[in-house]
């Protein structure tokens, strides 16, 4: 064990999380992110599947701010009393 993490864990008290427990984690996000999900090898280290993770949270919220920036513009050449019109407000909030 690294001296970092035996520091870590002296530090943090009860908050300890075991060696498993960080396994079952990572092995948990390996299922959550289609680009680790979707490869053949089981195998992949927790780093790549943190990783992924960072780069799939990222796409995410791109993915989002470009839907509501489609909202506002579909919002803008909607009459504003139209029920269309309340419903896309209703998703921008």
Do not use: W
């Amino acid at each position: 064990m690294s001296s970092r993490r035996s520091r870590s864990r002296q530090s943090s008290g009860a908050s300890r999380i075991s060696d498993d427990q960080i396994a079952d984690l990572v092995s948990r996000l390996q299922q959550l992110i289609p680009e680790i999900r979707n490869r053949r090898s089981d195998k992949v280290s927790a780093s790549k599947v943190l990783q992924e993770t960072c780069n799939y949270i990222r796409s995410l919220h791109r993915e989002v701010d470009d839907l509501s920036d489609r909202l506002s513009e579909l919002l803008e050449s909607t009459d504003s009393d139209s029920a269309q019109a309340a419903i896309i407000r209703s998703l921008l909030m």
